[in-house]
Every structure is written in C-alpha cells, then in structure tokens.
C-alpha cells in the first residue's frame, strides 16, 4: 500500500502544487490520479520515488516512509513509465528494457532473456528488439516504456500520462493491454492522466483532483459516475454538458450508444 499522509509541496519559487493531500493506493489496486494540468498531479507521483520531496507530510509505502530510503535504491525498486516513454535513443530496445536490471548488477544475459519476455507481455515482436526507438512507431515506444518500467518486477508502478502522446486508436490499444497485464501482475499502479475517460477505464479507485492536488471526489469509477460529489465533478464528467448525454440509437447490426453529439459510445449489453 502507498499512504500520503498530509503531504503538501511548495516550490521554490512559491507555487503551492500540493495543499494537505492524503490517500491510499492500495496494494495490487490501479488508482488513477485525474485532473486538469497544474493540479499535481505529477508532483504527487514524484513524491513516490523520491523525485520530488514533500514540504511537509510524509509518503509511505507499507510501514516505510519514503523519505528514510535512499532516493537511488528506491528508484529501483519502482518502475516508473513516463509521456514519450522516454527511452534512450542510442539505445537497441533490448538494452533500453535492461537498463535497471543490468544497474542492479543483473548479469546481461540474464537481464535479455528477462526482457525477451516482457517484450511479449507487452505485445513487442522479438524481431524489434534490436532496433532503436525511433525506428518504432509512438505507440510501440511506449509499449517498451512499459516493458522497461516492468522490468526490475517492482512491486510499484507510477506511470506518468504514459499514453498521451499517441492517437485514439494505439492509445485504446495499449490501455487494453495494461489492464490484461494487470489483472496477470497485480502490481501497485498509480496512473496519472488527464483524461477521464482513460481514468473511468483504468481506475479500480479513481481520485479527481482540483488545483492544489485538492481531492474533489475518489471512488470507484461506477460510485464517482453515479453519484459525482458536486458539480465539479459533474462537470469533469462531461456530466451536464451534453458529451457523456448518452442515447440510443437503433442500426442494422444492433443497438449502438453514442453521445450528445452523435458520436459513437459504445456497444449496448444486455446484463446477464
Ligand atoms: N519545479 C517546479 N518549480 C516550480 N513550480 C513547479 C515545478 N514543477 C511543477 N510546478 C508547478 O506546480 C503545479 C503542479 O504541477 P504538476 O506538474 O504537478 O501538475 P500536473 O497536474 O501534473 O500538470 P500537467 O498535467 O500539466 O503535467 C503547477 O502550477 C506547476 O507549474
């Protein structure tokens, strides 16, 4: 389990990103952090793995504060997968995914048989390993993100907007096939992003954060859609605002959601 406990974070230059922020993310769970730019939520990630620090407060993780672990050996032992992957780019794709097992003192045929594998969790053909991320699609770069944040088996996975830089189709893709891995993993995953839908997809608990990382509702995705805590949220929801105002509409091949603007939603199943 990771614990904030009444974290708050002010910048040197004396922006508050972070005002009294407490939460849990529990352990084999995905909370997904949502919410508008410049509300923390990146700050908030960050202070899992020691790349920022908290004013005040304290982030836990089990009955270990973070703050008494060095930040080198904590890195390591956290995957983290950021927006453009952020893969080296002299590096062959094998050798990117390795990278933390061969610091940790893997021996490398040992840290490539490892990363062979999670080329294929991740949907990666063996024949690309050789290659250099830019001779990889967007979305298959960040499919290695993945692998590599994956790699050293953490326990813990912070994944930082790790699919906004890719369109609609790769990114419905690659959401797909995190939640296959996680349901196999169950690893600790604290997801960020500023997509709700990617959040009501992803999220066993969904937290919707307002400026100052302030939490306006967290839930599961079905409590937050039917009952939001106030209009914020609603409104973060698309709720009254016509885009998540769902109907239906008959077609030859069945009954086909779509939303106020007529664009398709989704697929209607019966229950049972
Ligand atoms: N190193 C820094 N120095 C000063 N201010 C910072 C620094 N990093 C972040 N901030 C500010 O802190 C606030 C929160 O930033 P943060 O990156 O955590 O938000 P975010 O919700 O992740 O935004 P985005 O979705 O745009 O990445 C913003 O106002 C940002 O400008």
Known sequence: MIRFQDVCKSYPDGTEAVRDFTLEAPTGKTTVLVGSSGCGKTTLLRMVNRMVDP?????????????????????????????NAGLLPHRKVIDNIATVPLLNGVPKAQAHARAAELMELVGLEARQANRYPDQLSGGQQQRVGVARGLAADPN?????????????????????ELLRIQRELEKTIVFVT???????????????????????????????????????????????????????????????????????????VEPG
């Open 55 to 83: 004013t005040s407060g304290a982030v836990w993780i089990d009955d270990e504060n973070v703050a008494d672990v060095p930040p080198v050996p904590l890195r390591r032992r956290i995957g983290y997968v950021m927006q």
């Open 156 to 176: 813990i996975l912070l994944m930082d907007e790790p699919f906004g830089a890719v369109d609609p189709l790769v990114r419905a893709d690659l959401q797909a």
């Open 194 to 268: 500023h997509d709700i839908a990617e959040a009501l997809a992803l999220g066993d608990q969904i937290v919707i954060l307002a400026k100052g990382a302030r939490i306006a509702q967290a839930g599961t995705p079905q409590q937050v859609v039917a009952e939001p805590a106030d209009d914020f949220v609603a409104d973060f929801l698309g709720l009254g605002r016509g885009t998540l105002d769902l109907h239906l509409r008959e077609t030859p091949t069945g009954t086909l959601v779509v939303d106020g603007h007529g664009r398709p939603a989704g697929r209607l």
